[in-house]
């Protein structure tokens, strides 16, 4: 983000650049994903399984999503989806993360003095 003493002293050239330098990075949108990922521990029920019933149970990895009014969803993943639901949340944060610095930057740029104006003085 560029910080300043005034907003005035920085150009929209300048603001611009560092816009579309936030642009160019961005992560691939196909690629992302929103929630949580979760390790829980799933047991079956007594005589049915013998690790179960050791104490061990069955380790599963699971994408839980929350929904307004306190909803929640969780897709259950094998074990060859959490690397990629991984990468798609950390996808998620970025783009999150670099849209509201844009947003600021798009702010910042209604308040910018434009760069090619100059000490013009009014005539008369």
């Known amino acids: 983000m560029i910080f300043c003493d005034s907003l005035l002293s920085v150009t929209q ?3 611009i650049r560092k816009r579309d330098s936030l642009l160019a990075q961005l992560p691939d949108a196909r690629n ?3 929630g ?10 007594t005589g049915r399984c013998k690790r179960c019933d050791s104490g061990g ?3 599963v990895s699971v994408l839980a999503i929350g929904y307004p009014g ?19 949340l950390e996808n998620y944060y970025a783009l999150k993360a670099a849209l509201e610095e844009i947003c600021e930057l798009n702010q910042q740029l209604l308040r ?7 000490k013009k003085g009014r005539k008369k």
């Open 36 to 45: 949580s990922l979760l390790d829980r521990t799933i047991r079956h029920s």
């Open 32 to 34: 992302i994903l929103r």
């Open 57 to 59: 149970g069955h380790a």
């Open 112 to 118: 910018a003095k434009p760069a090619a104006a100059g």
């Open 70 to 88: 306190g909803r929640m969803h969780q897709i259950s993943l094998r074990k060859e989806q959490a690397a990629h639901v991984k990468q798609g």
């Open 13 to 15: 050239e300048q603001i």
